[in-house]
């Protein structure tokens, strides 16, 4: 199984923290725009692009994971 955060801070060139903490604010159902404005201290100053760019390829590999563990199983 694939540790998604740490792909992506390693694919993105970012710090797993930025990583790890733009994708809970992402799940707790904030939107980019207030992320990039509001929460810049929790991302590392992520910009609006960095995080639409984290978020499209988080959700590129979650799904990547769930059709590999359907095709296993």
Known sequence: ???IPQ?????LSLK???VQNALDLL????TIPFIAR???????????I???D???RF???????????TILV
């Not at 799940?27 to 904030?30: L, R």
């Not at 509001?38 to 609006?48: H, I, Q």
């Open 27 to 30: 799940s707790e159902g904030a």
């Open 38 to 48: 509001y929460r810049k201290e929790r991302t590392g100053e992520l910009n609006e």
């Open 1 to 3: 199984m694939l540790n």
């Open 59 to 69: 959700a590129y590999l979650t799904e990547l994971e769930a059709r590999k563990q």
């Open 16 to 18: 797993l923290a930025q």
């Open 7 to 11: 792909l992506l801070a390693q694919e």
């Open 54 to 56: 984290l978020a499209d």
């Open 50 to 52: 960095q995080l639409r």
